[in-house]
């Protein structure tokens, strides 16, 4: 069965960084793309960031541009968002999701999420 | 950007009643190859990652009760539970996945009355 787990959450000054991991397993990762959702406590749902199934492209909300990364490591069956330049609005529950298809926008399963608290 | 505006906030009906929950997206989502709206309702229990129940506007996912429907006019897209049971008390949100960003509705309470 699919399964997604995020790690790497935790609490951090405005201005720093974080990397998120995802690990997945049970199915083919390298043929999905992926996702980074996050929803801040008590909020909706923010998509964050897409990633193609060979990485070859990315895209990702404006609030984010410039200061977060996807990336993956399909050897390791592994998704990564490098957060940087981190402010109080990024604080959330950030979530993992997998695309339908090698380019797929639709998120058909998520992780259980990590949370980012970022607080002075 | 494509804005999902969703009604209402929230709503609380009695078990067995029907409960209904629009999404009216801010241009057209019709992705081409197929005819379809690229509209997808998902639904979020407390504490719980969101799960996905219908994708293409109507199109239920296995395994999600034939009570859940969806439907569409246009722009303006319906989540209907036929039957509301307890275990369907949850967040309901509609996401479009036609174009990057992609944009969720602000999501809709559904509690039992």
């Known amino acids: 069965q699919v399964q997604l787990v995020e790690s790497g959450g935790g609490v951090v000054q405005p201005g720093e960084s974080l990397r998120l991991s995802c690990v997945a397993s049970g199915f083919s990762f390298s043929n999905y793309a992926m996702h980074w959702v996050r929803q801040a406590p008590g909020k909706g749902l923010e998509w964050v960031a897409l990633i193609r199934s060979d990485g070859s492209n990315k895209y990702n909300v404006d609030s984010v541009k410039g200061r977060f990364t996807i990336s993956r490591d399909n050897s390791k069956n592994t998704l990564y968002l490098q957060m940087n330049i981190l402010r109080p609005e990024d604080t959330a529950v950030y979530y993992c999701a997998k695309g339908t298809s090698s380019g797929g926008y639709l998120c058909d399963f998520w992780g259980q999420g990590t949370l980012v608290t970022v607080s002075s | ?113």
């Open chain 2, 1 to 113: 950007d494509i804005v999902m505006t969703q009604s209402p906030d929230s709503l609380a009906a009695s078990l067995g009643e029907r409960a209904t929950i629009n999404c009216k997206s801010s241009q057209g989502i019709l992705y081409s190859a197929n005819n379809k709206n690229s509209l997808a309702w998902f639904q979020q229990k407390p504490g719980q990652p969101p799960k996905l129940l219908i994708s293409w506007a109507s199109t239920r996912r296995s395994g999600v009760p034939d009570r859940f429907s969806g439907s569409e006019s246009g722009t303006d897209f319906t989540l209907t539970i036929s039957s509301l049971q307890a275990e369907d008390v949850a967040v309901y949100y509609c996401q479009q996945y036609y174009s990057t960003p992609l944009t969720f509705g602000g999501g809709t309470k559904v509690e039992i009355k």
